[in-house]
């Protein structure tokens, strides 16, 4: 779906530059909790920056994340590309849907950018008509995303103000989505979607949970606890920044830092050292220092 820009937030674009980017974590109503993790978004309008510093690098995924871009171009990677071959790769189309990636993603902005990415989680995305492939975006959560505003602030509030009643009677028909609260944290529903997964249905068996759980995100059992062992890491660093990092791998149930290693490396392409530094200095990782605002 091509989407022209929202004319009203080309009005409330400010007049002169901004000395740097805008970079804002977006949580949902609790209503909403159980469907939307929660949203990030960018703007550099205005910002001057070197190409390099348009880098975005994302870590891997187990959720399906829907963009709009309200203004400029933005070039994606499935993996880490290096800027040259992001520019000669076709442009995201304004509103677009990733699916749940096992490695790191990045992208590219030639200027200025201002997006919004929303994370869903895979089986509330399965029950609103969603395919954990990806896909074509459900019209209920492309209707929701097409509201117009003038601040960002509004613009997620009327969101969610449209997908609240719709998740509401969602969940209504779906066995099990109702008995949880919801969260922004991935461990949170990690635990929720492998214990529905092994009480529903009429199989009990471990391989008759695995098939539930694979209908319903798309991922195994295995996948998914990864994650969830890869958000603890992250949260235990941000809240401990000095303590070792042998210690942290023992506190984050990994074998040793060796192991710890091999995963960090796996979700976002970086060694632990090289991570730690480059999150502390460097632009392209703002995301990751935006969801460490969840710790």
């Known amino acids: 779906m091509q989407l022209d820009p929202d004319p009203s937030i080309e009005r409330s674009r400010q007049v002169g530059q901004k000395s740097s980017p805008i970079a804002d974590l977006l949580l949902p109503p609790a209503n909403l909790a159980s469907c939307v993790s929660a949203a990030i978004y960018r703007d550099t309008l205005g910002v001057q920056m070197r190409p390099e510093d348009r880098l975005n690098y994302f870590p891997a995924t187990p959720l399906i994340a829907v963009s709009r871009i309200f203004e400029g171009q933005l070039h994606m ?7 040259d071959v992001l520019r000669s790769m076709p442009s995201l189309p304004n509103l677009s849907v ?33 395919s954990s492939e990806g896909g074509a975006i459900p019209d209920v959560v492309g209707n929701a995303l097409m509201v117009e505003c003038v601040d960002i602030s509004t613009y997620w509030a009327k969101v969610c103000s449209v997908l609240t009643p719709i998740w509401a009677r969602t969940r209504q028909d779906q066995t099990g989505h109702a008995a949880w609260a919801g969260s922004n944290r991935v461990a949170d529903w990690a635990r929720h979607v492998t214990t529905r997964a092994a009480l529903s249905g009429t199989g009990r068996s471990l391989r008759s949970a695995e098939r539930r759980l694979r ?44 192991h710890m290693g091999r995963a960090v490396k796996r979700a976002t392409g970086f060694t632990p050292n090289q991570f730690n530094k480059r999150v502390e200095n460097e632009e392209p990782f703002w995301c990751y220092r935006l969801l460490g605002e969840r710790f």
Do not use: M
């Open 77 to 83: 990677a499935r993996d880490l590309r290096a800027i």
């Open 98 to 130: 990733t699916p749940p990636q096992d490695s790191p993603v990045c992208s590219w902005s030639p200027s200025g950018l201002r997006a919004i990415t929303i994370a869903f989680y895979p089986d509330a995305w399965a029950a609103l008509g969603g």
């Open 215 to 258: 209908r319903w995100t798309g991922q195994s059992r295995q996948t998914i606890e990864f994650f969830a062992k890869v958000e603890h890491l992250h949260r235990r660093t941000i809240q401990n920044p000095d303590v070792p990092l042998a210690q942290i791998a023992v506190d984050s149930d990994f074998a040793d830092q060796s």
